[in-house]
């Protein structure tokens, strides 16, 4: 499962200039993966407020971001966009919101208002439900150097659509429409 997520981390996500900040931290090696073993509230929550201490409270040179994957019982998108909306009141309800941003990214990511087979949809779809920690301050200092972070997704999206669906999915198979 680690390796399947490191794959698609290395291939989909560094490979194809997806997120142009995560090819330094993907080379050093800096990105904990942690696996959730419950699926019910309490587990999720545990394992969640347990992933955020420990991206916390580790030096930014050893671990600079988290991907918390969810094999089991997140399948359904409208169930993690839940979890998902869960995990951000928890982040707001401690108060680090200045501290730590979520992304996310599952197999059947969907945008609102946007055809389903479009293409676009494959800039968030991973081989499991995952949510991303990303550290606020890491996240601050990269956007320096960026001109038009907002230009991001509409390149992601170029990206995909100049491979063509065939390669798109060809790397992401479970994301296929």
Same mark, same amino acid.
């Given at each position: 499962? +680690?390796?399947?997520?490191?794959?698609?981390?290395?291939?989909?996500?560094?490979?194809?200039?997806?997120?142009?900040?995560?090819?330094?931290?993907?080379?050093?090696?800096?990105?904990?993966?942690?696996?959730a073993t419950g699926?019910?509230?309490?587990?999720?929550?545990?394992?969640? %407020?347990?992933?955020?201490? &420990?991206?916390?409270?580790?030096?930014?040179? =050893?671990?600079?971001?988290?991907?918390? +994957?969810?094999?089991e019982g997140l399948?359904?998108?409208?169930?993690?966009?839940? %979890?998902?909306?869960? !995990?951000?009141?928890?982040?707001?309800?401690?108060?680090?919101?200045?501290? %730590?941003?979520? $992304?996310? !990214?599952?197999?059947?990511?969907?945008?609102?208002?946007?055809? $389903?087979?479009?293409?676009?949809?494959?800039?968030?779809?991973?081989? &499991?439900?995952? +949510?991303?920690?990303?550290?606020?301050?890491?996240?601050? #200092? =990269?956007?320096?150097?960026?001109?038009?972070?907002?230009? *991001?997704?509409?390149?992601? *999206?170029?990206?995909?659509?100049?491979?063509?669906?065939? #390669? %798109?999915?060809?790397?992401?198979?479970?994301? #296929?429409?």
């Amino acid at each position: 499962m +680690i390796e399947i997520t490191r794959k698609w981390l290395q291939d989909m996500v560094v490979g194809l200039n997806l997120c142009p900040f995560s090819h330094p931290v993907v080379a050093k090696d800096l990105v904990h993966y942690a696996v959730a073993t419950g699926t019910n509230d309490a587990h999720l929550k545990a394992f969640y %407020v347990k992933q955020l201490k &420990y991206l916390l409270d580790a030096e930014p040179e =050893v671990v600079a971001t988290s991907l918390l +994957i969810f094999p089991e019982g997140l399948e359904n998108f409208d169930d993690y966009l839940d %979890v998902l909306a869960w !995990f951000e009141d928890l982040l707001a309800q401690a108060n680090l919101e200045d501290h %730590v941003q979520l $992304a996310s !990214f599952h197999p059947r990511y969907q945008f609102d208002e946007v055809a $389903a087979d479009d293409l676009s949809h494959f800039t968030n779809r991973a081989p &499991y439900p995952t +949510i991303h920690l990303i550290r606020q301050a890491e996240m601050t #200092k =990269v956007l320096k150097h960026v001109a038009d972070p907002e230009q *991001i997704y509409q390149d992601n *999206i170029d990206c995909l659509e100049k491979l063509g669906r065939e #390669k %798109v999915e060809a790397m992401c198979p479970w994301g #296929k429409s």
